[in-house]
Nanobody
Framework: QVQLVESGGGLVQVGGSLRLSCAAS????????MGWFRQAPGKEREFVAA????????LYADSVKGRFTISRDNAKNTVYLQMNSLKPEDTAVYYC??????????????????WSQGTQVTVSS
């Protein structure tokens, strides 16, 4: 059974930092593109970041580029999202996701087969 379990969400002040972790099981982690998405109340789910099998390639949404860093540790079957310089508009439920096909579009949520339960990130004003 595939599971993606997140941790690290919570409250943080404006300008602060937070690190999200997503531990995967039940899949060949090193052969999945891993992505992060988020969804704010009343808004569509949006792409945040993605990372290739061994971490050699990354992709970021323009809204987080330069502030967020995606990384992965295949020995731990874990993908991370380091979030710095957080803004109130970063407030959302964050999801990690696994995509078995590296040839698909990383920024399209429909190409990801497995999803975490989501974790709330709230940036205080």
């Amino acid at each position: 059974q595939v599971q993606l379990v997140e941790s690290g969400g919570g409250l943080v002040q404006v300008g602060g930092s937070l690190r999200l972790s997503c531990a995967a099981s039940g899949l060949t982690f090193s052969r999945h593109v891993m992505g992060w998405f988020r969804q704010a109340p009343g808004k569509e789910r949006e792409f945040v970041a993605a990372i290739s099998w061994s971490g050699g390639s990354t992709l970021y949404a323009d809204s987080v580029k330069g502030r967020f860093t995606i990384s992965r540790d295949n020995a731990k079957n874990t993908v991370y999202l380091q979030m710095n310089s957080l803004k109130p508009e970063d407030t959302a439920v964050y999801y990690c996701a696994a995509n078995p096909l590296s040839g698909s579009s990383w920024f399209q949520s429909g190409h990801y087969d497995y999803w975490s339960q989501g974790t709330q990130v709230t940036v205080s004003s």
